[in-house]
């Protein structure tokens, strides 16, 4: 049966969910794309050919066992579908919704390869996980035993969270310390609306709480709460604290009003959204209305900064990227998008300056590229004389992530970082320098994925476990 059902990929074409008209869908906050009907979900998913070697599931950083729950909802088997989705991945809704398919397991799917279009993967993860809480099929975590040991986790993002949900299974006391008045990280101040609804981080948190973890939010570690205090508190702890120091621009002017860092913009935006009172954004400095918008960057951040200006009513959104666009690190699938509700991306761009004590307009320098640098892409070199100016009115810039000194902000110099400021720790085991203390996600990786993130979150719980699991280890005071 389950052969008949499946390997439809021949007859049944490649087919999206609906996605909402750009005019529409430019004018709020709203997801852009609609869910899957029942049954066209079974027939996207019985395009999966059943590969001996799946592709898609070894592209996949979290290994999902993606065949498997790709031939049950074929079968309309959802539940199953959802056990099986659940069992590799935490977050299975968040993923589908903001995963890059298109670089990860929709990119390496063997029909894609060989011209039928790839299966629809995420979209039907979503819709999977989306019937699994209409249904009810989604509860707390009750652990049989629960246990004396405690595990202090700074940071509430999709890798401290992930590592909480692994922790309480195994009836480990988890107590979350977070900056923000919300947890969820990224997900809840740094991904837009149109990608991520925000319900949809909100009810994890809540699950999550139900299931026994201690949220401790508008906690400062260093400042509120000393890393020393967290540590004597707990018999292990997690450092998931991500990257949120922006890299800067150089150049004449750089220090304008009207320059602003994207998670700041963006996490005005978030705060908004929620219904908060955000003076920044009242008063117009992180609020595009009205204004040519210049983005400066390519990755995905920049895609989430130019689409979020087009939806506050700017009158022209500018993306600068020194490269190309079959070069740039940010989806396709993204740039798509931004495309059709009108953004304009200026391809082999760069700042040279910026004129005004308010920024008036960006000198923008010509690039080519040149000979391939060590990671094997292509340099950007500046065509001298090409120089041209762009009026601006807001700035936004979105060059990535870097991480904070937290050795120096948490007056703890044993704990070893590498020269790129990184903590330092095993890659198996997610150990670092100090004794029972782990650190997962963008603060180990860089600014990396959310899938990454989580996979590590799960990996050092396990970690952690095998940790307390040590004689000499006994219950915190």
Request: aromatic fraction near 6%; glycine fraction near 10%; proline fraction near 5%.
């Amino acid at each position: 049966m389950a052969k008949e059902r499946m390997l439809q990929f021949v007859d049944v074409t490649k087919e999206m969910p609906e996605k909402r008209p750009p005019n529409l869908r430019a004018h709020d906050f709203h997801e852009i794309y609609a869910e899957y009907a029942d049954e066209k979900a079974k027939e996207q998913a019985s395009r999966c050919s059943q590969c001996g070697v799946p592709y898609c599931q070894s592209h996949c950083p979290l290994h999902n066992n993606i065949p498997d729950w790709l031939r049950l909802t074929a079968e309309g088997r959802l539940k199953e579908a959802y056990e099986i989705s659940q069992a590799t991945n935490t977050f299975p809704e968040i993923c589908g919704r903001i995963c890059p398919q298109d670089r990860l397991c929709e990119g390496n799917c063997v029909i894609e390869q060989s011209g039928h279009g790839t299966v629809t993967i995420g979209s039907v993860e979503k819709y999977i996980t989306d019937t699994a809480w209409e249904n009810g099929w989604v509860q707390p975590v009750t652990p049989s035993v629960e246990r004396a040991e405690t595990v202090g986790i700074i940071g509430a993002g999709p890798g401290g969270l992930a590592a909480a949900d692994a922790l309480r299974q195994q009836g480990v006391q988890v107590t979350v310390y977070d900056r923000y008045d919300r947890a969820g990280g990224l997900l809840t101040y740094g991904i837009p609306g149109f990608k991520l609804e925000k319900d949809v981080v909100m009810r994890r948190i809540e699950q999550l709480e139900k299931s026994g973890v201690k949220f401790v939010l508008n906690c400062n570690v260093g400042e509120d709460i000393s890393f020393d205090d967290i540590r004597s508190k707990h018999n292990a702890v997690l450092i998931a604290a991500g990257v949120y120091k922006t890299r800067d621009l150089q150049g004449p002017g750089s220090g304008a009003e009207g320059i602003v860092r994207a998670i700041d913009y963006l996490t005005a935006s978030n705060r908004v959204s929620f219904g908060d009172d955000v003076a920044e954004y009242n008063s117009g400095e992180l609020n595009a209305e009205g204004k040519r918008v210049v983005v400066i960057g390519g990755g995905d951040t920049a895609m989430d900064c130019v689409r979020t200006a087009i939806r506050q009513g700017a009158t022209s959104v500018k993306c600068l990227y020194r490269r190309d666009k079959a070069n740039m690190p940010g989806s396709q699938r993204e740039v798509q998008n931004a495309e059709e509700e009108g953004v304009e991306f200026v391809w082999l761009s760069a700042p040279k300056g910026f004129t005004g004590d308010r920024v008036e307009s960006v000198m923008v320098q010509k690039m080519r590229l040149g000979a391939p640098d060590a990671s094997g892409r292509q340099s950007p070199e500046v065509i001298e004389g090409a120089d041209y100016s762009e009026g601006a009115d807001l700035v936004v810039k979105a060059l990535g992530f870097e991480p904070e000194d937290l050795p120096t902000l948490w007056g703890e110099p044993a704990l070893e970082v590498t020269r790129w400021g990184t903590i330092k720790a095993d890659f198996r085991t997610h150990e670092t320098s100090l004794p029972g203390v782990f650190a997962v996600g963008d603060i180990v990786r860089g600014a990396s994925l959310v899938v990454w993130a989580i996979r590590d979150g799960r990996e050092a719980a396990d970690s952690i476990l095998d940790f307390l699991a040590q004689p000499a280890q006994v219950a915190a005071e």
